[in-house]
Every structure is written in C-alpha cells, then in structure tokens.
Nanobody
Framework: QVQLVESGGGSVEAGGSLRLSCAVS????????VGWFRQAPGKEREGVAT????????NYASSVRGRFAITQDKAKNIVYLQMNNLKPEDTAMYYC?????????????????WGQGTLVTVTT
C-alpha cells in the first residue's frame, strides 16, 4: 500500500510562485514514478510532471515545461513541485500519484495510488 499526502496549495497572483509537497509512504514499492496531476473544474485530469526512481529522470507536460520543476528529497520521501511564473490557467486541484511502472507518459490511468489533492488558485 502506498500513501500520498499533498500540501502547499493556496492562492497566488499571476506571475507568482508556489511549492507543493507530496509526502510518500512507499512501503516496499521500488522503483517507481511519482507524478503531479491537476484537474480544473469541468476539465479532465491531466499530467503535469513525473519523477522516476528518486530523481534519475523527469518528464513534464509542455504547458509547464520551463516554469515547473519536480524534485525529490530521498531522505524525507517527499516529492516537490516548484511552480514559477504561475498563470490563471494553472488554477486547479493538484494531486500527486504513484505508479510502479510505465508512468513516464503522464497518463493518469498508469497511476494506482492517489493523494487527496491540494488547491492552487492563480488570480489576475
């Protein structure tokens, strides 16, 4: 069983920054992908970024590449999403999720365990 708990959401003006955290309880699961996803009202859940096996590699959605960065603190088992130059269209509920394999393409269906989400609101 894998448990994930997100934190760090909030309201920020456009152009600002936020850092989301995902505390991951992995049990014996390894290697793996931990990804960040988001879902805006009335829209489908979409992949934002993923990190593979403690930071060996990362992948980003084109809409956030260059503005967001996913990193991992191995000692604390926390995955971060640093979000810079935020735009109103980044407003969404953000979730972190775990995939034991095949999580590279950021498809939500690949990810088996999910956190409860943290809300990010970007105002103009």
């Amino acid at each position: 069983q894998v448990q994930l708990v997100e934190s760090g959401g909030g309201s920020v003006e456009a152009g600002g920054s936020l850092r989301l955290s995902c505390a991951v309880s992995l049990g014996t699961a390894s290697p793996n992908y931990v990804g960040w996803f988001r879902q805006a009202p009335g829209k489908e859940r979409e992949g934002v970024a993923t990190i593979y096996h403690s930071g060996i590699s990362t992948n980003y959605a084109s809409s956030v590449r260059g503005r967001f960065a996913i990193t991992q603190d191995k000692a604390k088992n926390i995955v971060y999403l640093q979000m810079n130059n935020l735009k109103p269209e980044d407003t969404a509920m953000y979730y972190c999720a775990f995939a034991p394999e095949l999580g590279w393409d950021l498809s939500p269906s690949r990810y088996q365990f999910w956190g409860q989400g943290t809300l990010v609101t970007v105002t103009t």
